[in-house]
């Protein structure tokens, strides 16, 4: 049953009908398996961890831009809130998005984008692999087992991206993949329910930071046409208020979009399971064409004067030379590592040589805050610095 009592639809992922976890457990006694997984993520300590990880300013650049963790927060509402009005399952899609950005790097896509060039040699750094790496193994929070021992439905929703090559090596859950199948609807909210939020809540951010102004926006439709039906209701409105109140209503005019479309392709699809979802060579919660073109319009805007901006670029050659460096020197000398990851990286490489040092160097430096990362680079390379 949904929160307000009305029943799943058939197609919606049901607990029931779980694939299971990795390592068998009782079932839970006060609530359900999907609300088990959501709350393993948020008691994690790699989710405590978000709140220091850049979205797109560096942590200690303002206390009020988003971080990862505020982020994921406003990506989970934003899926719940489609998930009921399509009567799909409402947590699975609240755990998903909670748990989505869990392997992501310092100093975010830059920090990606570092750590991936630096992996190529050894099988590269995808972030949705990663956060799927914490959840499966590197949390340590159970005596029974590694990770978190999440369901295969929240576990396939983490996968957002995947190569054939990493799918090839995941069994049951990179056959997706490799079949072209879909995940389920409640992944599917996830993914778009993420753009909805970047998207959104960058430009608020951008705005917030100078690095664009209203007179550029109007530029972009999708932003135009809020402004000016906020300006016609309240002529006199200003300042964050005027802000606020376009982009609230930018997020709603979206997501009304995403249900309206989502539910009209249910209906001339009719899937009877998850599993007929599934089978499908394309997803069925999707934007109109319309919207789906402003949307990309609005992205590529916020690419153009936001993330290429040269303030964020700074920032960007920044992340570049920490990652790129302490990476280098913990590869060559693994014994810098702080004693447990130095364990973990000698018992990688006894099982996959160099491949599995790098991975554990890689582990360590994607688990870092910003901030840690910054003065772990200072202990490295600053003669002043106290190791």
Known sequence: MTADS??????????AASRGRVHAEPPPVLRGEYQRDRDRII????????VYKTQVFVNHEGDLYRTRLTHSIEVAQIA??????????????????????LGHTPFGHAGQDALNDCMKPYGGFEHN???LRVVDELEERYAAFPGLNLTFETREGILKHCSLNNARQLGELGERF????????EAQIANLADEIAYNNHDLDDGLRAGLIALDGLREVPLFRRQ?????????????????????RRMINYVVTDL???????LQAAAPASAEDVRKRSAVLVQFSAAVAAEHLELKNYLRDHVYRHYRVLRMTNKANTVIRSMFDS??????????????????????????????????????????????????????????
């Open 178 to 185: 490799i079949q072209r199948r879909q995940p389920t609807l």
């Open 259 to 265: 249900v309206e479309t989502s539910r009209a392709a």
């Open 330 to 387: 913990f590869f060559a000398r693994p014994e810098l590592l702080p004693d447990e990851h130095f364990q973990a990286a000698k018992q990688l490489e006894a099982k996959s040589g160099e491949i599995g040092r790098a991975r554990a160097v890689a582990d360590y430096i994607a688990g870092m805050t910003d901030r840690y990362a910054i003065v772990e680079h200072e202990r490295l390379f600053d003669p002043a610095k106290r190791s």
């Open 6 to 15: 009305s029943p799943l639809a058939p197609y919606a992922a049901n607990e």
């Open 43 to 50: 008691h994690s300590t790699a989710f405590r961890r978000l």
């Open 80 to 101: 719940r809130t489609i998930a009921r009005a399509l009567r799909l399952n409402e947590t699975l899609a609240e755990a998903i998005c909670l748990a989505h950005d």
């Open 227 to 247: 402004h000016e039906a906020v300006l016609e209701r309240y002529p006199g409105l200003q300042g964050r208020r005027l802000i606020h109140e376009v982009v």
């Open 129 to 131: 692999l990663q956060s």
